[in-house]
Each structure stands twice: as C-alpha cells, then as structure tokens.
C-alpha cells in the first residue's frame, strides 16, 4: 500500500493551508462578471465525488484524512468566497 505521501505531494497539503488564496483567485473571477452561483458549485465538492471518495477511504483508510482535509479546506474556501462576495454586494449598495 502507498503511504500519504506518495499520493500526495507534500506542497499540495501545504496548499490547504492558505484557503483565502483560492477564495481570493473566485472572487477574482466573480468581479470580472463571472456568477456567483456558477463558482460556488466549482469551490463545492460536488455530491458525487464525495461518494466515490467515501468508497475510496473504505477501500485505503490512509485517504481518509486527506479526503476529510480537502473536504473542509473546499468549505472553508467557500466560506471565504461568500464573505467576500456578500461584503462586495454590500458594498455596492452603499456606494
């Protein structure tokens, strides 16, 4: 069996740990006109990968961490986002 290391590189988990880039790179794209709704499904972890990554933990348990770190990384990623995007909406109407 592979070891956590080996399926993932070590600076990707480091990537996880700077959630407000990848916030900041959607929001980018929201304020070039690009819909708030359509980015939020690209933040999400759609349902369907969550089921087959569920399956692939039960199948090597050594994923389920980094699955379960992504997962959260991917909702706090969108939580950022919606901050970020409700405070410009906000922003506009007091202008």
């Known amino acids: 069996m592979a070891t956590l290391p080996q399926i993932v590189p070590s600076e990707v988990v480091h990537d996880f740990d700077f959630p407000q880039r990848e916030a900041a790179f959607f929001y980018g794209l929201f304020l070039r006109g ?15 990968v969550l089921a087959k990554w569920h399956k692939e933990a039960e199948r090597e348990p050594e994923l389920r961490d980094i699955f379960t770190r992504m997962v959260e990384y ?20 007091v202008q």
């Not at 690009?34 to 369907?48: F, G, N, T, Y």
């Not at 990623?77 to 995007?85: G, H, M, P, Q, S």
């Open 34 to 48: 690009h819909s708030a709704e359509k980015l939020r499904q690209d933040i999400e972890v759609p349902a369907l």
């Open 74 to 93: 991917r909702r706090h990623v969108l939580a950022i986002f919606d901050t970020l995007v409700g405070s410009d909406v906000h922003n506009h109407r």
